[in-house]
């Protein structure tokens, strides 16, 4: 069973511009999850999505969005880019209702 | 609010147990679970446990739970140096209604040496 897959590995900003993630979660799971995590900071809780619909988000501002596809992959968006969003961003998908949440290698995004 | 607090660093020696510990503030805690991160990886899920039970063991893994001290802990027997790597507890709470999100410790650093 192939795990979720994270793109791109690495990405370089610069402050002010846009930054584009993408998710694709296991096969079979429809929920998925962004959390960033950021030196200092931890492994903060970002968005949930589930069934095309955000149910939950974090303590982030709007700038940080993003919206799930009819094949549940994900996107998530940071627009207007800080120095302070440079971390990495990983993102999960869920099996049933346990929440095991199963997260991929992540995208490690840099802001300059 | 809700809160998770381990310890930052442990070492132990390659063939010893190895415990790490962890604390958790919100009493409707449903379910705990444990994380490892290697160096530049995501995080894998190693095991988790649910509220209403004290202890699960899987293979080498011992995970206990005192839910009155809202403390628990995992055990890793016969550490190798394989195990190095950076381990979280995380959290998920139905507070109020099931949010999805875990919340995650600060992470235990556990260091094996040869």
């Known amino acids: 069973e192939a795990g979720v897959t994270q793109s791109p590995t690495h990405l370089i900003k610069t402050r002010g511009q846009q930054a584009t993630l993408r998710c694709s979660p296991i096969?079979?799971?429809?929920?998925v999850y962004w959390y960033q995590q950021a030196l200092g900071l931890g492994l903060q809780f970002l968005l949930w999505y589930d069934e095309g619909e955000e149910r939950n988000r974090g303590n982030f501002p709007p700038r940080f969005s993003g919206r799930q596809f009819p094949n549940y992959s994900s996107e998530l968006n940071v627009n207007a880019l800080e120095l302070e969003d440079s971390a990495l961003y990983l993102c999960?998908?869920?099996?049933?209702?346990?929440?095991?949440?199963?997260f991929g290698p992540g995208t490690r995004l840099t802001v300059l | 609010g809700e809160d998770v607090e381990q310890s930052l660093f442990l070492s132990v020696r390659e063939g010893d147990s190895s415990v790490i510990n962890c604390t958790y503030t919100d009493s409707s805690s449903t379910y705990l679970y444990w994380y490892k991160q290697e160096p530049g990886a995501g995080l894998q899920l190693l095991t988790y446990i649910f509220s209403n039970m004290d202890m699960k063991q899987d293979q080498r893994l011992t995970v206990l739970l005192n839910k009155k001290d809202k403390h628990l802990s995992l055990r890793i027997a016969d550490t190798q140096t394989g195990d190095s790597a950076i381990y979280f507890c995380?959290?998920?709470?139905?507070?109020?209604?099931?949010?999805?999100?875990?919340?995650f410790g600060q992470g235990t650093t556990l260091q094996v040496k040869p």
């Open positions: 995380a959290d998920h709470t139905h507070g109020s209604g099931n949010t999805g999100k875990l919340i």
């Open positions: 096969s079979g799971h429809t929920s």
């Open positions: 999960a998908s869920r099996r049933g209702a346990v929440n095991e949440q199963f």
